[in-house]
Nanobody
Framework: QLQLVESGGGLVQPGGSLRLSCTVSGFSLDYVRIGWFRQAPGKEREGVSC????????NYADSVKGRFTISRDNANNTVYLQMSSLKPEDTAVYYC??????????????????WGQGTQVTVSS
């Protein structure tokens, strides 16, 4: 059974940084594509960034390009989302999600079968 646990959320001032972690158990990251998603109150869940299994290709939503970086540590089966130059509009619950696929990663929530519990990110002064 594949399980995901997020950590690293919190309160940060505009312009600040946070690093989110998504620890995966049950499957090696080589065979899993991982996506980071977020959902703000009253809004639909949206894709933020993703990383493929083998090869590690990445993708980003236009709203976070140049500010967020996704990476993975295969030894620890963990995927990270480094967030910099944070804006109030980045405030949301952030989720990592997984799909057992060797295909290129995707920012579509429906393509992911496994989800973490979410971690709150609040950007405010």
């Amino acid at each position: 059974q594949l399980q995901l646990v997020e950590s690293g959320g919190g309160l940060v001032q505009p312009g600040g940084s946070l690093r989110l972690s998504c620890t995966v158990s049950g499957f090696s990251l080589d065979y899993v594509r991982i996506g980071w998603f977020r959902q703000a109150p009253g809004k639909e869940r949206e894709g933020v960034s993703c990383i493929s299994g083998r090869g590690g290709s990445t993708n980003y939503a236009d709203s976070v390009k140049g500010r967020f970086t996704i990476s993975r540590d295969n030894a620890n089966n963990t995927v990270y989302l480094q967030m910099s130059s944070l804006k109030p509009e980045d405030t949301a619950v952030y989720y990592c999600a997984a799909d057992l696929s060797s295909r290129a990663c995707t920012l579509l929530p429906l393509a992911h079968d496994y989800w973490g519990q979410g971690t709150q990110v609040t950007v405010s002064s």
